[in-house]
C-alpha cells in the first residue's frame, strides 16, 4: 500500500514547512518539538490518562510540524530495527489501535502505585511503558508522546522521574523499548525488558532525590 504521508516518490512525510529535504526536516522537528516539551514539563496536559489523553499530547508536541498531529495512524506501518537483525517491532494493526491502546491505559490505571517499592514500580512502568509504544498509535512521533505521556502520569501518582535522563539517553531508550516490545505471533517472546526497567528504575531513584 501507497503510504499517504509521504511526498509522492519520496521519504519525507509531508509537513506543514512543505520541507522535501529530510534531513532538513528532521532538524526543524527537533526544534519544534523540543520547545512544545519543555512547554508540557512546566504546564502538562490534564487528562484522564487514556488514548483521548495520549492524542492531545501527541497533537501538542507535533502541531506545528504534522497536519495530522493528534491523530492515530491510518496505515500498518514497519520500521527495521538493528536491535532485531533489521526486522520490525509487531505494531498493532490500524484496526485494533484503539483497543489495545485502551487496554494499555486502562491497566496503567488500575495499579494501586502506592503500595509498590522502587522496584515494582521500575518494572509494572516499563511494561506499561513498552507495551503502549508497542501500539505505536501515531505515524511518527510516539516514543516522545508515550514517555511524555508516562511521566506525566508516574508524577500524578506521586512517582517523581527524573525525565532529562530519558531525554538525555534517547537513542538507549529507543533499542529499550524495542527489546522490551519483542513479542511477536510467529517467533514468541523474545522480550528482553531488562534495559528499560533499568533506566526507569534510575529516573524513579533520581527523581526521588529531588523532592
Known amino acids: 500500500m501507497k503510504d499517504p504521508y509521504f511526498y509522492p516518490d519520496s521519504e519525507v512525510l509531508i509537513n506543514r514547512f512543505e520541507e522535501r529535504n529530510e534531513q532538513r526536516l528532521a532538524e526543524i522537528e527537533a526544534d519544534y518539538t523540543a520547545f ?3 512547554q508540557l514539563c512546566e504546564k502538562p496536559h490534564i487528562g484522564l490518562f487514556d488514548l483521548k489523553h495520549l492524542c492531545q499530547i501527541h497533537q501538542f508536541i507535533f502541531q506545528d510540524i504534522f497536519h ?10 514497519e520500521k527495521p530495527e538493528a536491535a532485531l537483525g533489521g526486522i520490525s517491532v509487531e505494531y ?15 491497566k496503567m490505571n488500575g495499579i494501586s502505585w502506592e503500595s509498590l517499592h522502587t522496584d515494582e514500580k521500575a518494572e509494572h512502568f516499563s511494561k506499561r511503558m513498552a507495551e503502549l509504544w508497542k501500539v505505536h498509535p501515531f505515524r511518527e512521533g510516539n516514543t ?5 505521556f508516562c511521566c506525566d502520569f508516574a508524577e500524578q501518582k506521586g512517582v517523581r522521574l527524573n525525565r532529562e535522563l ?12 524495542v527489546a522490551a516490545s519483542a513479542i511477536f505471533t510467529d517467533m514468541g517472546d523474545l522480550s528482553q525488558p ?3 526497567i533499568k533506566i526507569v528504575r534510575d529516573a524513579i531513584m533520581q527523581g526521588s532525590k529531588k523532592k
Do not use: E, M
Not at 68 to 77: F, S
Not at 144 to 148: D, S
Open 36 to 38: 512544545r516539551l519543555r
Open 68 to 77: 495530522w498531529a493528534g491523530q492515530p495512524r491510518i496505515i500498518n506501518i
Open 92 to 106: 498493532s494493526d490500524v484496526r485494533n489501535i484503539t483497543s489495545h491502546a485502551t487496554a494499555a491505559c486502562d
Open 144 to 148: 516522545r508522546t508515550v514517555i511524555t
Open 166 to 177: 530519558f531525554k538525555d539517553n534517547s537513542a538507549y531508550v529507543r533499542r529499550a523499548l
Open 194 to 196: 531488562q534495559h528499560l
